[in-house]
Each structure stands twice: as C-alpha cells, then as structure tokens.
C-alpha cells in the first residue's frame, strides 16, 4: 500500500487506528498531523474519540490560519506549528503517551538504542525535552528547541514522546520502534542484565547487502502457491495484530516444492501485505521485480538441509527478545504444551545468521526448532506454516509466564524423569 497516495485525512485516521488499537494511546490522548504541499496542516481534532475516529473529525489548518472541520484542532497545535516551523524537512509530526515511553518519560531517561540494531537506525540520536505544560507556548519552545538540534525523536518529561518524518508512516515506523525497544528493554531488566552492541556492529548490521541473484518470470502459478500466499498473508497479518511483528520486523517463509519457497519481501507494511508481494524463490533464483528478505539465504539453507521443515518464521516478540538481549536462557521446561512445542533452544552470536547461514541451518533439528539470535532475533521452524506460528506463540507465551514468574518465587522446572515421559508419550525425537 502505498499511502502517501492517500488524502492526508484518510492518513491520520488509519494511524491513529493503529495506534490506539495497539493500546499505544488512550481515547483522549495523542495528536498527528501532515503538513501538505499547499503548506496547510491537517491534525487530529481534540477532545474526540481516537478509538472511533473518521476522516469527517480531522481538521485543516489553512496556511493563512483559517480553520476548517467540524471541530478544534488539537490542543497541541501549538507544537505541532512550531516543529515545521523550525524544521521545513519535516511534513508530518506524531504524539502519542504509550506506556513505556511514559515510564522513561516519568524517570526522566532515554531508552537503549543499542540494544537491537534496528532501533538505532529507524529512530537516530533521541532527545529530551524539559516539563512543559500540555498545550502552552513554553512546551512548543522546548520540543522545538530540541527539534532544532537535528533531534526527528523526542521524549518529553513527564509527558510522552513526539516524532517527526518527512511521512506520517515513517513517523509511525519510529515510533514503533522506539516502543518496542522500550518495552523489550524494561523486560529484559526483569530477569537479567541488557547487552547492548557496539556502533560497529550496528554500522555492520545496516550495511549488510542484499544477495545478488538473478531473477524469473513467475508464469506458472500453481493452486498450491496461491493458496500458500492466501495462508501466509494472514499469518503474517496476525503476527503484527499479535505484536510478534512490527511493521518492519518479521520474516515468514513457506517451502513450495524442492527448491522452491515462498518468502515476505523486504521493507514492506507487515499490516497490509498482500498476497502477490511474497516473493517466489526458486533455486539461486528470485522473481523478477522483487526484493526478498535480506535473511533469505539463511531460510534457503534451512529448506536445503531439511526436508522435514516447511515454514520458517524469524521475529522480535517483546517477551522473547527480553532472553535475546540478555544474559539469560529461555527454559522450555515449564509446561509440557512449552517443552512439546519449544524443545532445546540454543543461542547464537550476533550476526551469525548472515556470516554463517550453513552453519546456523544445521542446528535446526527435530530436537531444535528454536534458535535465538544475541541482540538480534529468534527463528523458529516448523513443519506446516500453522506449526511454525504456533511454535512461535507458546514460546512468546512462555517467556511471559517466566519473565511474569519472576515476581511470584523461584521457578521449578519439569524434572529430566517428566521430560522422559513427555518424549514417550507425545512420540518426541
């Protein structure tokens, strides 16, 4: 979906919906806006549902003043104003109250950018702007102020946080980002000590380059494939409705037949990916006027290696990615549906997947088909796409049950006689 094609109205409604859908903001909290090419501003309205928003609510702000909507703009106008005014690169401006971005902003601190490698180029340098009351002219100046420092994140004292973007989806890219690695940061400090990278290995991680291959004409198409896609696209879908993807985190590929899968493309909307943007690889070929997923030699390995495996998902769930960025292991021993699904789950180094994919693809056993990623991701692998993701919630679930146990005592896990008898009974190699 290309949605800077949308009227700005239509704009402001759809992320809006996202945000308040993914309890990011409350009824009455939040502001967007898009400055436009005729230079006139078109904001959320105030004091109107942000859960039942329509385009007939968003107001325009004319470049002359003049107002026009059925309603107020938002109290935090002033703000918004100010930002383009210091900042002529910026066309659209996000404020939100999300939880874990609010308890930096109470504590007065900035999350760690370097803790996966996606933050730190999806939101830049974040700055922090000092108390102002919501609404005045002294709050504008000193989110202006740190607008003007080259700042496009900034997290306001006892407030919230404001993004700026040259679109109101690049805005919203960053501010998810920035909440997931809040989130995944405050977990992480539940049960353990947070590793961040270095900014040689964030350098490393943005520079990596696409495989060089070259490219088919898709002009077969079975009904297998069709269906695949169909299948795939919801699960992907309700990955990102599930938060176990973000908009751009997340990679879900299906085994077609021998060489040949289906895998999401790279830098695409998880939320509105369609069918025919997956791209059919086949072999060392890719189809013609698509860019697959940077990890697709890893999946590539994976399918090579072994035949019993026909969907692989790599993601970013905050519960997981609490054990990926930190000192500790995730135990499958809690459950018998965890140990069932979850079995062994190694740990590899960062980078790993993409200097050593053969490597990699060889831990992926009938006894292994979870493998977490330092500081980067996890990567489960099934034998039905259903499999896969359902392998991909009970570990997500059980990283939250173990993180939330950490309030209760200490954890018993299943003993080695148990785990026997779970082996014999569900026939577990």
């Not at 999300?98 to 933050?119: D, F, M, Q």
């Not at 077609?256 to 939320?271: Q, T, V």
């Not at 990890?295 to 790599?314: A, D, G, K, T, V």
């Not at 499958?332 to 789950?345: A, F, G, H, V, W």
């Amino acid at each position: 979906m290309k949605m800077n094609m949308l009227h700005p109205a239509d704009q402001l409604v759809m992320i809006m919906e996202r945000i308040y859908g993914y309890g990011m903001t409350t009824t009455s909290g939040g502001n967007l806006s898009i400055l436009d090419d005729n230079g006139d501003i078109w904001i959320t309205p105030g004091s109107i549902d942000k859960g039942n928003l329509t385009r007939n609510d968003i107001v325009c702000i004319k470049k002359d003043g003049t107002i026009a909507g059925n309603h107020k703009p938002s109290s935090e106008y002033p703000f918004h104003q100010k930002v383009y005014q210091i900042r002529p690169d910026l066309k659209a401006v996000l404020h939100a109250h999300p939880p874990a971005l609010v308890a930096y902003s109470i504590v007065r601190k900035i999350p760690t950018t370097n803790i996966i490698p996606n933050v730190k180029f999806s939101c830049g340098d974040i700055g922090i702007a000092k108390y102002g009351l919501p609404g005045s002219t002294d709050l504008g100046d000193k989110i202006a102020a740190e607008f003007k420092k080259g700042f496009n994140t900034v997290i306001l004292e006892n407030h919230g946080v404001v993004v700026g973007g040259n679109t109101l989806f690049d805005c919203f890219k960053s501010f998810e980002t920035l909440d997931f690695c809040a989130r995944l940061e405050i977990e992480a400090n539940r049960i353990g000590t947070p590793a961040s990278l270095t900014d040689e290995e964030i350098t490393w991680y943005k520079n990596r380059q696409h495989l060089q291959m070259n490219e088919f004409v898709a002009n077969r198409i079975t009904s297998f494939e069709k269906a695949s896609r169909r299948d795939m696209t919801t699960l992907i879908h309700r990955a990102y409705d599930q938060q176990l993807f973000t908009s751009t985190q997340g990679t879900f590929s299906q085994r077609l037949e021998r060489d040949s899968f289906l895998i999401n493309p790279h830098g695409e909307d998880r939320k509105y990916l369609e069918p025919e943007s997956l791209v059919r690889i086949e072999g060392d070929y890719k189809e013609m006027g698509k860019e697959p997923s940077r990890s697709i030699e890893l999946h590539r390995e994976i399918y090579r290696q072994h035949p019993h495996i026909n969907s692989i998902i790599i993601a970013h769930p905050p519960n997981i990615m609490a054990f990926v960025v930190s000192d500790q292991m995730l135990d499958s021993k809690t459950i018998p549906e965890s140990y069932i699904l979850m079995r062994d789950i190694p740990k590899v180094e960062f980078g790993s997947i993409y200097l050593r994919p053969k490597e990699i693809a060889k831990i992926f056993t009938p006894s292994t088909p979870i493998v977490m990623v330092q500081n980067d991701c996890v990567i489960v692998a099934g034998d039905s796409m259903l499999n896969a993701y359902d392998r991909l919630e009970v570990a997500e679930y059980s990283a939250k049950a173990i993180i939330s146990s950490k309030e209760l005592g200490e954890i018993v896990s299943i003993n080695d006689s148990q785990i026997e008898d779970i082996k014999h009974a569900f026939h577990l190699q």
